[in-house]
């Protein structure tokens, strides 16, 4: 469904990001797992032209990710600079600081001394003059939010990042963020945030309500559920999956015999609608309008076209949506 806030250039849509004029395309990249140290480098590559050539202009990243910490702004920078300078005015970069990232005590949370210092360096590495959206990564108890605003006030006012955006936050603290920012003249406009259909945080916090309300955009990662909403584990765990060979993310003890039934519900209902559990699970996230984009990760290229396929899939009937609330008991 378009309204006034999507626009479609060739196959990708471009959707309005909150009461803001900057629109993100309906998928975009997330750089988490497979840009750092570990990666491949011509992979890497690879995977920034096939999605760039598709309409994926959004690129977003964190100053931890890695690994090593800051690999993938660097690895990311790299291509930037040398394949992709003459289309810089074409492509969105996103970073994030908030969680650990260097020893001692202001290397972490959310104080104004580790949130401008961390972008310079995020700057640094990606070889950049700014980002298009720079984020508060994740909530801090001990910092006042006045300061955590005031320095994604800074960031935007210093020219080094184009719009201010939080991440993990619940709805009551996004609620006083708004107010904070917009005394300060500087409006937040986005909020990512971890959502599919297995992970409904963001319904039962308040964040998805408020954003509504505040106008403001959603783009959520681990639409996938980290696989789990894929046809990787139909039959159980694969002894070359994820879960065995890299223990970071998804645990083993995640895909108890009633999850993967629920998965294997899931998939039924994706095969009544023709598609795969994947690409159902994709276009749930964009179902009501109040989502701007998905963030895939992907470790191949041939991951990413799989991914965009999604986004031609139909809507959701009033019975799909409720077979697939009833599957997950929400």
């Known amino acids: 469904m378009y309204t006034a806030n999507s626009e479609r250039y060739g196959k990708m849509v471009y959707n309005r990001c909150g009461y803001s004029g900057l629109k993100l395309p309906e998928v975009s990249l ?3 797992h497979n840009f750092g140290d570990t990666g491949n480098y011509e992979n890497m590559k690879n995977m920034v032209f096939t999605a760039f050539d598709h309409g994926i202009t959004h690129f977003d990243l964190a100053n ?4 090593e910490p800051g690999s993938a702004e660097r690895n990311f920078g790299k291509i930037m600079k040398e394949e992709l300078s003459g289309y810089r005015d074409e492509i969105l970069v996103s970073t994030k600081a908030g969680y650990g990232m260097w020893d001692g005590p202001y290397g972490d949370w959310g104080s104004r001394k580790y949130l401008l210092a961390s972008l310079d360096q995020s700057l640094q590495r990606l070889g950049l003059e700014y ?3 720079f984020y508060h990564h994740r909530m801090d108890p001990q910092t006042p939010l006045e300061e955590t605003m005031g320095a ?6 210093s020219g080094k990042a184009l719009y201010a955006g939080v991440s993990n936050y619940d709805g009551p603290t996004l609620e006083k963020a ?9 409006p937040l406009i986005i909020n990512q945030n971890s959502y599919n259909i297995f992970n409904r945080t963001i319904e039962k916090n308040g964040l998805k309500e408020t954003a509504a309300r505040e106008k403001k955009g959603i783009i959520c990662f681990s639409p996938l559920a980290q696989g789990m909403l894929t046809d990787r584990y139909l039959n159980g765990i694969p002894e070359d999956s994820r879960v065995r060979t890299d223990g970071r993310f998804l645990k083993e003890t995640s895909l108890t015999q009633e999850k993967l ?6 998939n039924e209902i994706a095969a009544q609608r023709g598609e795969k559990l994947s690409h159902m699970a994709l276009k749930w996230i964009l179902r009501d309008g109040q989502v701007t984009s998905v963030l895939v990760g ?8 799989d991914n965009l396929k999604a986004m031609e899939g139909a809507g959701f009937t009033a019975q799909e949506l409720k077979a697939i609330d009833d599957v997950t008991a929400q």
């Open 261 to 266: 039934s629920q998965i294997r519900a899931l």
């Open 178 to 186: 708004c107010r904070i920012m917009e005394e300060l003249n500087c």
């Open 64 to 67: 931890n990710y890695g690994p």
């Open 131 to 133: 980002v298009d959206i």
């Open 30 to 32: 997330g750089l988490w």
């Open 152 to 157: 994604l006030a800074q960031a935007v006012r």
């Open 298 to 305: 992907a470790s191949r290229p041939e991951q990413i076209l």
